[in-house]
């Protein structure tokens, strides 16, 4: 299982798009992405095997909007 974090970090992803571009298309490890909390305007591909997991008291509600 890999871990990747998405905030204002700059050690971290700056947004969810960027974390999922470093999974690679075939990927068959499970993978959590963890976001820190804000707000999010992105589109994106919803992969298998990953899991977007909200840092922070907020619950993490991914819109019809945001996923392609």
Do not use: C, W
Not at 16 to 45: C, D, F, M, R
């Amino acid at each position: 299982q890999k871990i990747l974090h998405v905030s204002d970090n700059p050690e971290h992803f700056s947004s969810i798009g960027s974390a999922l571009a470093q999974i690679p298309a075939n990927n068959t490890t499970p993978v959590i992405i963890e976001i820190a909390p804000g707000i999010y305007h992105e589109k994106y591909h919803k992969k298998p095997y990953i899991t977007l997991r909200g840092m922070g008291k907020a619950v993490l509600t991914p819109s019809s909007a945001m996923m392609i």
